[in-house]
């Protein structure tokens, strides 16, 4: 049986002994009902995994005594970084989900023309907040010991200045018009360009593909912001990373 794996922020060191947040012990106490002498795994999203041992269990602060440290990646071969146009309601959640569990290895939420969400800086913060908090939830569950990039909201040409050193990479920019297949060349780095609801302004798709980004079209059928990129990650892992192994 799998242990439940929790992350932490505290440097993970073997031999030592540590006190979990409130959140993690309430999980740990009222939801998993755990007690002293179980172990569990712990992390710390830059790619250490600890074997741990409750000592003392309590809702408030668990305390527990790591046994082993190790570095075990379960990261992809292939870099993804995912630019979306941010979206209302949960769907930003489900995408930031789904992309940790695919491996993604960074996220950018774009500003664009036909973004509907728009935030404050305080908004914006908050949001951030909320999507690292999903990430790692999805590294919890997934077994990722590596937390994705979520940079900040930035606008649609800030973030093609942002691309424009990443001459190894392949950078695609999903478009319905488009005829590109992802399965046509090989790749190690991938840049993929998500549109908001309303899709991509003709001057952004210009933009885009003066800045070195290539259509791509995931087949005859329109699909939503937040199921279209995890159709391209998906594609992209199966033929380029480590999806099938």
Do not use: Y
């Not at 002498?37 to 790591?66: M, N, P, S, Y």
């Not at 913060?125 to 939830?137: D, L, T």
């Amino acid at each position: 049986m799998l242990r439940p794996r929790f992350h932490v922020s505290d440097a993970l060191s073997r031999g030592a002994t540590l006190e979990l947040s409130p959140a993690v012990s309430n999980h740990i106490t009222r939801v998993l009902r755990l007690r002293a002498g179980k172990q569990i795994c712990l992390f710390d999203g830059t790619g250490l995994e600890a074997t741990a041992t409750i000592v003392e269990a309590a809702r408030r602060g668990t305390l527990v005594h790591i046994e082993q440290v190790d570095v075990k990646s379960r990261e992809s071969s292939l870099q993804i970084t995912l630019a979306i146009a941010m979206s209302r309601g949960d769907r930003m959640d489900t995408v930031v989900q789904k992309a940790t569990e695919l491996g993604v290895q960074s996220i950018v939420p774009l500003v664009t023309d036909r973004t509907e969400l728009r935030l404050s800086s305080e908004r914006a913060g908050k949001k951030e907040a909320r999507w690292r908090n999903v990430a790692i939830s999805a590294c919890e569950q997934c077994g990722r010991n590596t937390v994705p990039m979520l940079l900040h909201p930035q606008p649609f040409k800030q973030a093609l200045e942002r691309f424009s050193d990443c001459t190894q990479a392949t950078k695609l920019i999903l478009h319905p018009e488009a005829s590109f297949s992802p399965l046509e060349s090989g790749c190690r780095e991938l840049i993929l360009l998500i549109g908001p609801e309303g899709g991509f302004s003709e001057h952004e798709v210009a933009d885009a593909k003066a800045s070195g980004f290539r259509t791509l079209t995931l087949g005859p059928r329109v699909l939503r912001t937040e199921t279209a990129p995890l159709v391209a990650i998906a594609i992209a892992q199966a033929r380029w990373g480590d999806l099938l192994g």
